[in-house]
Every structure is written in structure tokens, then in C-alpha cells.
């Protein structure tokens, strides 16, 4: 593997650029591979377009955090010529990670598959999400459309109330994660064997697995209650809720019997104990009544105020706080990444999920679409008569 890993990424939506993202604040070289125009629909990814127009047409809000520090060439894989491009890219480019989120079902007659790329590159990471995996290659999939089959919308929401989406798109990335953690641990491999790998990530089994805290439990006898929305209350630990507070609300967090004895030796909240409650089995019996009680103490007070004597007791607690105050609470604020918009403005974007002296946490603005393809071809040793030939048949965007 080079010192600057190369990985080319047949990518749209959110769940592989979530992935590929990754690969960019670690200073890996990023090409992300987007189809020509076709018809009347809008050129490449979808999401270019989507949100407010933050810097132009085709570089939109909702586009922008995901594709920072990327290159971008536009390629047509439903001609043989474009595939011969592909082929031509992983070879000269030294492409060390070959990425896609497209349906299974097209992975051959777009060139793109495992068999045809690792003969051109031996040691070729090859790497895909898809909605179910290779063995369902017809299936679409989304976020939402996951999040419903999985079961996450059946155990969000209030209790007897409809189901809920989470509101954080949460399938994506995980799903992106995944393939980020997958790729990493082949080129691990691959340093000690040579031999690359096909990963194949499936949406629905990464967010399956996330349910370790309830698959199990169909085998064990659990009540409907264990299984189904309980609105902001923790299913086991009581009597971690949201609690009103005199100007706004405070979430509690109980997770044990020590804490227990704290927040009820807190002046004016020793009504609440008793000798039947001083297990968590006791506290889920009587569960519905602590929850009126409490709520009955902590209206008449401020959340400050509140928070002041939680702390005092080491009784986790928060304010429900707004995305504003998120960006501005001091440990995350200093590692917050950005770019920086092509008017000269700043663009302040999500952290780093953890810190490495070698991620950077300013990465160029997303390109526009098709801008590097001119640029990428003539590297790869392509004549610029031949690109503009191509560009003329439609086999390339430029």
C-alpha cells in the first residue's frame, strides 16, 4: 500500500460518502466516480441537489459535510468504454480501495464487480453497501425504509403511540461505519498476505446487530413492554426518564442502587424512597408511580437549579439541549472539522469521532460535479484528444 492510500468510490446518497469521508480526514486520497447525464433527471448523485443552495446548484447544504476533501469524475459504465476507463483508472492510479453503493443486481454489467477490477489490480480492496447483502441483489434501500424493517421505529416513540423515525439517520451510517472498519481491517490483512478482499456490507444486518439489547431477549420470555416504545424512559433502569422542569426539561440518569440512595438523600426528594424501591427490581414495579412523584418535585424548581444539586450528588443529568448549544459545548467545540465555502466563509461540520494526529479537520469544499474528470484522465495517461472524444459520446462528463 502507498504511503496515501487511493480509494475510487462509485458513490451517492449518504451511507458510502458517510464511509469514504472517513478515508478523507485520514488523508487518503478520495475519487468519488458519479454517472452521466442520462435523460431529464439532474447529472450525478441526487443529493448534490438537495437543501439550501449554500455555494451553488450542485453543492447544496444537505451535500456538503459528507463529501468534503474529495475529487470527482463523472463516468459512463453502461458503455464498454467507460468500463475500459475504470479499468484503465484502477490500474494507473494505483487504486488501493474500490468502493460502491449500488444495487448488487448491476455490479457486472457496470464493470464493477469484484472478478473484473482484482484482475486488473491484484490486492484490490473491493468493498459495497447494499440495502440486504449480494443475496437480495434487487432490493433497494434507504435510511427510513431500514429503520422500519429493523425494528427501530417499533421501539421509538412514546408508549402507545405511533411508531417513530429516530432522528438521526442512524442505518446510514452505520452501515458506513462498518464498511470503513471492514476496509481497514483488509488492508491489515493484506499487508501480511498480498491478497485483497470483497466486502460486502448489508444495511439491514449492520442495523440488526445494533439490537443486542433486544433480539436476545424473544428467547427470553420478555414481556411485550420490553419489546415495543417507552418514550424517553429507559426499559431497566428506573427511574432514568425526562423530567419537567420549571423552564424546560432535565433528563435523570439512574444507573444503579448507589445513585438511587444519592437523588433520594437530596433535600425534598427523600419522599420518593422506600423500602420496596431500593432495587432497581423494586423501582421497575413501582416504575409509573416514581415517575408521577418525581415529576411532582422537579416542575416546581428550575432546570439550574435542578442540575446544581444532581451534580453535587454525581447524579448524571443535561438540559435538553438544541443543535446550537451542541456546536458550542466546550468538549466538542474545539474539534469540530470545517472547510470553507468558495466566497471565503467557514463552514463549521460535525467532529471527529476520534481524535489521530495524522486526520485533518479542514478538508477542501466538495467539488462540483464532474470537475476533476479532465484532470484525472489526463493522469491516468489518457490524450486530451481522447477525452474530448469522449466527452463528445457521452462516455465521460467534463
Not at 458510502?16 to 478523507?24: I, K, V
Not at 453503493?101 to 473484473?116: E, H, M
Not at 459495497?128 to 421501539?155: F, K
Not at 476533476?372 to 474530448?388: F, M, N
Amino acid at each position: 500500500m502507498t504511503t496515501r492510500p487511493v480509494v475510487l468510490s462509485l458513490e451517492q446518497a449518504l451511507s458510502l460518502p458517510s464511509a469514504t469521508l472517513r478515508f478523507a480526514q485520514l488523508g487518503w486520497r478520495v475519487i468519488r466516480i458519479e454517472s452521466t447525464p442520462s435523460g431529464d433527471t439532474l447529472p450525478g448523485d441526487p443529493n448534490r441537489y438537495i437543501g439550501e443552495r449554500v455555494a451553488d446548484d450542485d453543492r447544496r447544504s444537505y451535500f456538503i459535510a459528507p463529501n468534503v476533501g474529495k475529487e470527482a469524475i463523472a463516468l459512463n459504465l453502461k458503455d464498454e468504454r467507460g468500463r475500459a476507463i475504470l479499468r484503465q483508472l484502477i490500474r494507473t492510479l494505483d487504486v488501493d480501495v474500490f468502493c460502491c453503493n449500488t444495487l448488487p443486481s448491476r455490479y457486472r454489467s457496470l464493470g464493477i464487480d469484484y472478478a473484473t477490477l482484482s484482475a486488473e489490480r491484484p490486492g484490490l480492496i473491493w468493498a459495497a453497501i447494499s440495502a440486504l447483502g449480494p443475496s437480495w441483489p434487487d432490493t433497494p434501500g434507504y435510511d427510513p425504509v431500514i429503520q422500519a424493517m429493523c425494528g427501530y421505529m417499533a421501539l421509538t416513540g412514546e408508549h402507545g403511540g405511533p411508531p417513530t423515525l429516530m432522528g438521526v439517520p442512524v442505518v446510514d451510517l452505520k452501515a458506513g461505519d462498518e464498511l470503513y472498519a471492514n476496509v481497514l481491517l483488509a488492508l491489515l490483512e493484506r499487508a501480511t498476505t498480498g491478497k485483497g478482499q470483497e466486502i460486502n456490507v448489508s444495511m439491514m444486518q449492520a442495523a440488526a446487530s445494533w439490537l443486542l439489547t433486544f433480539l436476545p431477549l424473544l428467547d427470553f420470555d420478555a414481556t411485550p413492554s420490553d419489546l415495543t416504545r417507552s418514550g424517553n424512559a429507559h426499559r431497566k433502569f428506573i427511574p432514568t426518564n425526562v423530567y419537567p422542569a420549571r423552564d424546560g426539561f432535565v433528563y435523570l440518569a439512574i444507573g444503579s442502587d448507589l445513585q438511587w440512595c444519592r437523588l433520594t438523600a437530596i433535600p425534598g426528594f427523600e419522599s420518593v424512597a422506600s423500602g420496596a424501591r431500593a432495587t432497581n427490581e423494586g423501582r421497575y414495579r413501582e416504575r409509573d408511580a416514581i415517575y408521577r412523584e418525581l415529576a411532582a418535585l422537579t416542575a416546581s424548581q428550575s432546570a439550574d437549579e435542578l442540575l446544581v444539586k444532581f451534580r453535587e450528588a454525581t447524579i448524571p443529568s443535561t438540559k435538553i439541549l438544541e443543535l446550537g448549544a451542541v456546536r458550542d459545548l466546550p468538549p466538542l467545540r474545539e474539534h469540530l472539522t470545517t472547510t470553507t465555502l468558495p466566497d471565503g466563509r467557514t463552514v463549521r461540520m460535525q467532529p471527529l469521532p476520534v481524535e489521530r494526529p495524522e486526520a485533518s479537520r479542514h478538508l477542501p469544499f466538495p467539488p462540483k460535479y464532474a470537475a476533476d474528470t479532465r484532470r484525472l484522465l489526463a493522469e491516468a495517461g489518457c490524450q486530451p484528444q481522447e477525452i474530448d472524444a469522449w466527452a463528445r459520446d457521452g462516455i465521460i462528463a467534463v
